[in-house]
């Protein structure tokens, strides 16, 4: 399926850990603006540790768009250590597949928003991943984004709050390559 892309022609980037003291900036830029709503939220003020965090691990993958030069949309995360994945828990028993992609992050500024560009970003962080599976979070406050997931192929596995003061989040998990 291709991406349904009504922005105007981006062009899209990929990073690895090595890169991210040149992205770091355009990360937190892009989060800023597409959670500007939620920015009094201790736990999205946090965001930096998160890209430190992520960012930090030698596996880490993203890709930004950019639209004139301008980065515009992300997309980001690392492979799981094999057999500790936490979304296991949600099943009895587990999967068989053992390899799996954390999709940590995913954001899009305002302005390109419900035009494809999440979906864009989504699928060129994911394509030609060798994992098994992709695991992902998204709030439950959030049902519209779900059903988004829902129609790339994710389905929800359970829910969990992995910080006390984060949101409580679905957990859904797709097979690689994504339909």
Known sequence: MEPRVNAPELVVRRFTHEDLPGIRQALLDIHADAYADAMED???QRFPWFVDHWGGNPGFACVI????GEPVAFAYGAPATPKREWWREHF??????HRTFSYSEL????KYRKTGTAELVSRALLED???DLVVLLVDTE????QLLYESWGF???GERQPFP????YAVMLAELPLK
């Open 107 to 110: 954001a899009v500024r305002t």
């Open 155 to 157: 389905y929800k596995v």
């Open 129 to 131: 991943r060798d994992e």
């Open 142 to 145: 959030h049902p519209r984004v």
């Open 92 to 97: 009895d028993p587990a999967s068989e597949s």
């Open 42 to 44: 201790e736990f999205n």
């Open 65 to 68: 768009a950019f639209d004139a």
């Open 165 to 168: 003061d984060s949101p409580v």
